[in-house]
């Protein structure tokens, strides 16, 4: 039986969600489509005790978000880009162009490619951004609203820049905009809920969703966003 090889360019890799992805990365091969996957780390011994490091279909490789050609040119090599990059808490308060700008090169990057390769397949962005992106009062926590929201606003107005690039576009760039909630990994895992806006999902038995762990998402973007199309050119709202 022939497979197919299918390329995956992971940013962020070396984060609590990112090294969880690369787990769930190795286990969704099948007969039929092999994933290959490479994680970009700014430290690339950060990965050493990954329990899939060994493992054949994962490369590690030394790269920063900061370098524009190194990133174009990766992007163009790959056939799916999940980005699980972040800034921490206190670089996410000040103004920043972390994810406006990767997202302007990574856009770039896909369109070119695809432009210049029209008989290849298309290349799909997977992207982490948040929920602190929805503006929807009936659906926001008070508490949320008056502390998170406005300390991490600059990180938020980036992220909705980086959303911006990519949706509704008319070069037939194909994307997945995933927002999750607060990412407690102190709670089990469950099913999540995902809301079509991007809003937090709400409904009568389960109320106002607002946390998830990183074991459920990584999981999700896995099997529901890279090896699944049903929710591509969407921005989803996920939580418990
Ligand atoms: N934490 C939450 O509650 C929450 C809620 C909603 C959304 N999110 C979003 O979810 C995503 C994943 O969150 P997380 O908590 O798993 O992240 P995390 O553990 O903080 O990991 C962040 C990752 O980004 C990488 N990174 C930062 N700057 C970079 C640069 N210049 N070049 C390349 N890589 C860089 C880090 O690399 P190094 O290892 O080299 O530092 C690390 O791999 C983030 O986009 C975050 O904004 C988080």
Known sequence: MTSVEIKVLVFGATGRTGRLIL???????????????????????????HPDVQNSNLTVIKGCLNDEEQIKTLVSLHNIVIFAAGLGLLD?????????????????????????????????FVCITSLGLNNDPERMNRLYKWTLKIWLQPC??????????????????????????????????????????????????????????????????VNDCVASDKYDRNVLGVTY
């Open 156 to 221: 938020y107005d980036d992220m909705a820049i980086m959303e911006k690039t990519f949706l509704n576009n008319n070069d037939d760039v194909n994307y997945i905009f995933v927002r999750p909630a607060y990412l407690n990994d102190r709670i089990p895992d469950k099913e999540l809920r995902v809301d079509m806006d991007g809003k937090p999902p709400l409904d009568e038995v389960n109320g106002l969703g607002r946390q998830l762990n990183r074991n459920v998402l990584a999981k999700f973007i």
């Open 92 to 124: 996410g308060q000040r103004p920043n162009e972390f994810y406006s700008r990767s997202a302007k090169w990574i856009y770039q990057s896909i369109n070119e490619a695809q432009k210049s390769n029209p008989n290849q397949p298309k290349i799909k």
């Open 23 to 49: 787990k769930h990365l190795m286990t969704a091969s099948t007969p039929t489509t092999v994933y290959k996957v490479t994680a970009v780390a700014r430290n690339p011994s950060a990965l050493n005790d």
